[in-house]
């Protein structure tokens, strides 16, 4: 495991399979853990791809969702094999994939910042088109809110992940945050679903000619805020995945409850490279489902941890100037915090 740590936070980096299992601030744990990443029968089983096994905190898919061929794992090389280090300081270290998917080096570079995580992937050379996503994950033990950077469409995918488990009904298309669910109510996106064992995915458009997207979980027993911030030109959507129970198969088992995936990405949601090649919905409404190789592409995405300001509910603003993120709540209250500057382009 590779060591970060600055000021009152620490991240682990596993460079076995590129993934980031643990970062604490203050105490806060953001990042969520499968209960099975240290069970020996799990870790042994060959026939689970080795992100399952290892399913842990964030990490990048390429390409995202399904085996794109025979070859490709569940979301990847990026998320299933060795990264070797190439330069670890205090709280800095940078990695290089071992394989070439596609023909493409990749490199990751992982920064603690103050309360932040910032992460930037470069992508170089290769050939063809492919898909890629974070896929951080957050645990609430009792349900929380979440807060959207404007979008202009929500989408579920045609077939459901579990299928007989989902509270979405399958292949709708809005143009807000409100979701028909399978036995005719309406679903606000900005809630987790506490209460309903379920495995389901979303997926969020952003505005037009946004600049940021993000996203604020706001947990409830925690009492914190995961703030998410990326660039919307480049992960033009944001996957929404809500693991509560649903699975009832090794090595899930109903266990995997209050997780929730932030998937920031150009995709077609989890169906795999093979759907995001051609027309579908995300194209027909000029998003981009596909990264073209060859050109040098930097993929930059913050997290950072926290503490809710009292009566904290909702977030509805989002801006970075000046080595400052600030944050507005539904009522106008704002706060402000480091934030190291120049890490999005402007």
Known sequence: MIRLAHADAVALIDPA???IPSWQVAGRKPLHAAAWRDDPQVQADAELPLVERRLAGDFLCLPFGAAASGDDPLHGWTANSAWTILEHDVAH???RLGARPYGAEITKRVQLVESGLLQT????GGLGEVTLAHHPMSHMAEGGRLSFSPKRAALTDPLALCPGRNLW???QLRGDLHLDCEDGRQWDLRQYPARHRVEDFAILVEARGARLGWTVVIRQAEDD???IVKEARVLPITMLWISNGGREFPPWNGRHTGVIGIEDGVANGPSGLGAATGENRLTALGVPTTLSLGPRHVIRHAMISLPRPPGWVEVVALSITRGTLSL??????QIAVPFMEGFFPQ
Do not use: D, F, K, Y
């Not at 992937?121 to 170089?124: G, K, L, N, R, Y």
């Open 17 to 19: 399979v590129g993934n």
């Open 169 to 171: 009904s399958v292949n």
């Open 121 to 124: 992937h470069v992508i170089e």
């Open 225 to 227: 805020m995961l703030v």
């Open 93 to 95: 270290a940078t990695l």
């Open 328 to 333: 507005t709540e539904a009522s106008g209250a």
